[in-house]
Structure formats: C-alpha cells, structure tokens
Antibody, heavy 117, light 112 residues
Framework: EVHLVESGGGSVQPGGSLTLSCAASGFTFNKFAMRWVRQTPGKGLEWISDISSSGDATYYADSVKGRFTISRDNSKNTMYLQMNSLRVEDTATYYC??????????WGQGALVIVSS | DVVMTQSPLSLPVVLGQSASISCRSSQSLKHNDGNTYLAWFQQRPGQSPRRLINKVSDRDSGVPDRFSGSGSGTDFTLKISRMEAEDVGVYYCMQGIQWPRTFGQGTKVEIK
C-alpha cells in the first residue's frame, strides 16, 4: 500500500523559509515522478511543482517559481519542498503526491503551512 | 494555462438518485500518444483527495462502480449513479496534458 507522509509544516512570518519533507513507502520511489499540490483554506486545489523520477527535471507554477525548490533523495525515498520568501498567500495545506503520466495516483495527508505576522 | 470549468459548483442529491458533474477544458486534453489526460478526484470532509477516475473513464481500484467517467476532447462528465451518504464531498477534475496542471473549481455534492 502506498504511504506518503508530509512533515515540516508550521507557522512562519512573511519573508521566512520552511522546508517540507515527504516520506514515501509502498512503491518503487525512484520509478515515479512526484508532485506538490496545495489547498488554501476553504478553496480549491493548486498544483505547484513536479519532479521527475530521477530528479533531473522540475516544473513550477508561476506563483512559486523562483521562491520554491523541489528536490528528492531516491536513496531515502523522500521528496522535499524548500520554500523561501514566504507570503501570506502561501498559507495552505501542502499535499505530497505520487505521479503517473498526466495524473496523480495517491496523496499524502497534508502539511499545514501558516504564513502570518 | 488550460482553464478547467466545472458545473454545477453545488449539487444536492437525493439518496439513491443519480447525479452528474460537468468539466470543460479550454483546450483539448487529447495527447499525441492517444491518451486523454483528464482525472476526477473526490475529497471527503476532512480528508485528502483521492483519485476516482483516470484518463476520462478508467475507474481506480476500490472505487465503487456507481462512479463512471465519460467524455472526450474538451467536455467530460462524472456520474454518480446511485447516491450514497459516503459520496458527500467535493469533486475536482484535473487536466494532465500541459504544465501547469490545473484543476476545476470543485463541485460540492451533498445530500438533499
């Protein structure tokens, strides 16, 4: 069974930084692209970043490009999201997701990030 | 960006009755590889989303057969054939043909 567990969420002031981790199990991690999707309070879903299975290709939504960095360590079955220059509008639940071509197979339970002064 | 438009945004359904959600994309979701990259997700209250349908009509393992997907090109439909209490939640479509991936606004399904 696929398990995706996010960690590293919390509260931070505007302009601050935070790193989310996603520990994966139940599948061959290095064979699959991985994704981050966020959900703002009471609102819908926003895809924010993808990383290829090997880690050599990454994609970002315009809303986070230049501030967020996605990475992965296939030896640890873990994906990361380094978030810098955080803004109030980045407040959201961040989901880690296992990718498949053009889709999302599985979602984690989410990590809440609150950006507030 | 590909814009995904769902309707209705709110859908009260009588238990045992059927319901349909429409999802329209601003451009065709059919890829050169022959696949159409449209997926449906269910988010029950307080839970993470889970995929119900992939590539328009492929139902995921463990998803009840009362859920079905159809459509092509830019017009897609998710149908719940016999509403049950556990189907309450928000349903999203998502396109996977182009970056950035984009979701519909969500359709809130509740019991009437």
């Amino acid at each position: 069974e696929v398990h995706l567990v996010e960690s590293g969420g919390g509260s931070v002031q505007p302009g601050g930084s935070l790193t989310l981790s996603c520990a994966a199990s139940g599948f061959t991690f290095n064979k699959f692209a991985m994704r981050w999707v966020r959900q703002t309070p009471g609102k819908g879903l926003e895809w924010i970043s993808d990383i290829s299975s090997s880690g050599d290709a990454t994609y970002y939504a315009d809303s986070v490009k230049g501030r967020f960095t996605i990475s992965r360590d296939n030896s640890k079955n873990t994906m990361y999201l380094q978030m810098n220059s955080l803004r109030v509008e980045d407040t959201a639940t961040y989901y880690c997701a296992k990718g498949s071509p053009g889709s999302i197979d599985n979602w984690g339970q989410g990590a809440l990030v609150i950006v507030s002064s | 960006d590909v814009v995904m438009t769902q309707s209705p945004l709110s859908l009260p359904v009588v238990l045992g009755q059927s319901a349909s959600i429409s999802c329209r994309s601003s451009q065709s979701l059919k890829h050169n590889d022959g696949n159409t990259y449209l997926a449906w997700f269910q988010q029950r209250p307080g839970q993470s989303p889970r995929r119900l349908i992939n590539k328009v009509s492929d139902r995921d393992s463990g998803v009840p057969d009362r859920f079905s997907g159809s459509g092509s090109g830019t017009d897609f439909t998710l149908k719940i054939s016999r509403m049950e209490a556990e189907d309450v939640g928000v349903y999203y479509c998502m396109q996977g043909i182009q970056w950035p991936r984009t979701f519909g606004q969500g359709t809130k399904v509740e019991i009437k």
